[in-house]
């Protein structure tokens, strides 16, 4: 447990390099910083601050966790850390601990009901699930609460919204419009000139770009500036010393009164500034939600990059905008097909029912591979390479044994025409060659191809199981290109822990 809450506060940290995050001023204002998410935290324990559901698996909706379900201890390896964990852990807690009470789901053409179904806490393995991490593979599971809709028929809703809340939340506040700025060419307009400059001369500064993002009940104006140049009066960075800060801030303008959230990015003299990896520039963030609450204005946010995804909430205070973020979640690409243990299980038995498969071998060993590109390929196989079998998963998440192979018949790959071969080629004794070919098409298996040669010349050949002549033989395989090695990486079966 010591070391996954470390690897967790370390994902944390590298996220954090995402979306760089930080207030310049001195300790002593981050700590009233951090005293006032304490309150808001603590008055909202029985009215749960709104939450986000943006995760799905196919059949419901997901309020993806971030930490652990287990309370952080001191006395672990990771004890500088804990402060840090624990607060995460307690932000989580409130949210965990009242999921039934959320039933809202906030819509653009207003409130959608849902109910809490139950809580994913293992994966097929009986693993934690992934943690703070978005999936492009609905078959990857997260650790998170699930969701459904209260009437299926609000299914087909169009409308699908992000932020869900309690009832007690929205009789306590009132929900306000609000309307995107964004152009039907994606980008802004430029926030008011007085106030980039009142900004401008606040930092000492240029402005790079600034942006309008939102109105708010037609009264507050949201927007971002980007400041060009180093930030010089950025705080040091204790871990490196020599790290030069950009600037870019949030913006909140209410009947002249601006509040500010900063958040630093990187500042390279070569390539300039940057907030996220994979990104031009500062990407504002987008206010999901807006809310007049019992102490002013109440904004859920989410920030969108290429390689992450924070949520939060967004709190006015003393012309400061409060950030309290959730979380910065990973946003996973070109992941892989999860292969479960009942998975292997159930492949490894069809190899040993299957007459070419041998009984004493133990395939110790998996892989997905390439042969088409319509199919999910995988490839098991015995501790030393000799013996093992190509399996595909059906659209049912059954499997099908395609092809076993041995010491005689080696595998390899080629493919022409848009129709891909697994080929198995190898010495049948004497002057005898034996090949066995499967053919793909569209995702389909078009045909088995059996042949026999001796001394290079076809001897016996059948398609499909049904015996052909050799000069149907030889015609078919003057056609089929030489093979090349299927190269993959393969994990083991039943890894040490």
């Known amino acids: 447990m010591k070391k996954l809450m470390l690897v967790a506060i370390c994902m944390m940290a590298v996220m954090i390099s995402c979306k760089q995050k930080g207030q310049t001023a001195p300790a002593d204002a981050k700590d009233s910083v951090a005293a006032v998410i304490d309150s808001i935290i603590e008055e909202n324990d029985t009215t749960p601050l709104p939450m986000f559901v943006f995760g799905e698996d196919g059949e419901y909706m997901q309020m993806l966790y971030w930490s652990y379900v287990e309370e952080p201890q001191k006395g672990d390896d990771d004890d500088e850390w804990f402060e840090v964990s624990h607060k995460r852990w307690e932000r989580q807690e409130m949210f965990r601990r009242n999921a039934a009470q959320y039933t809202n789901l906030l819509t653009e053409k207003g409130v959608v009901k849902i109910k809490f179904i139950d809580e994913v806490l293992k994966d097929p393995d009986g693993k934690t699930p992934s943690i703070g991490e978005i999936h492009g593979r609905k078959e990857i599971p997260s650790l998170c609460a699930r969701f459904d809709f209260s009437n299926p028929k609000s299914k087909v809703d169009k ?36 106030i980039v400059k009142q900004l401008e001369t606040k930092y000492g500064m240029k402005a790079e770009r600034s942006s309008k993002t939102c109105t708010i009940a037609d009264r507050y104006t949201m927007g971002a500036i980007e400041f060009k140049g180093e930030y010089k009066n950025a705080p040091k960075d204790k871990y490196d010393a020599e790290r030069h800060f950009a600037l870019a801030i949030e913006v909140l303008i209410d009947s002249g009164k601006v509040y500010i959230l900063e958040q630093l990015g990187h500042y390279d003299e070569e390539y300039g500034s940057a907030w996220n990896a994979d990104a031009d520039g500062y990407i504002p963030n987008s206010i999901e939600a807006a809310f007049e609450g019992p102490k002013g204005l109440e904004l859920c946010y989410a920030h969108g990059a290429p390689e992450s995804f924070c949520t939060g909430m967004l709190f006015p205070r003393d012309g400061k905008l409060i950030e309290m973020e959730y979380e910065c979640y990973h946003a996973m690409v070109d992941e892989e097909i999860p292969v479960w243990k009942k998975d292997l299980a159930e492949m490894d038995k069809m190899y040993h029912a299957d007459e070419m498969g041998e009984k004493d071998v133990d395939l110790v060993k998996w892989a997905h591979c390439f042969i088409d590109f319509d199919n999910e390929w995988i490839w098991l196989r015995d501790k030393d390479d000799k013996n093992g079998a190509f399996f595909i998963r059906q659209a049912d998440d059954k499997f099908k044994l395609i092809a076993v192979e041995n010491p005689r018949l080696r595998p390899s790959k080629c493919s022409k025409d848009d129709v891909y071969y697994l080929k198995f080629e190898g010495p049948a004794g004497g002057p005898s060659w034996q090949r066995e070919i499967h053919a793909f098409k569209d995702g389909k298996q078009i045909w088995k191809f059996n042949v026999l040669e001796v001394e290079g010349e076809v001897y016996e050949c059948s398609l499909n199981n049904k015996e052909i002549s050799k000069e149907e033989g030889k015609a078919l395989l003057e056609k089929i290109p030489a093979g090349q090695e299927i190269t993959t990486y393969f994990k083991e079966i039943n890894p040490k822990e």
């Open 159 to 194: 409308s699908w919204g992000m932020v869900i809340a309690t009832d007690s939340y929205l009789n306590t506040r009132k929900r306000l419009d609000v309307k995107s700025c964004q152009g039907s060419d994606y980008n802004y307009p430029k926030l008011p000139a007085d």
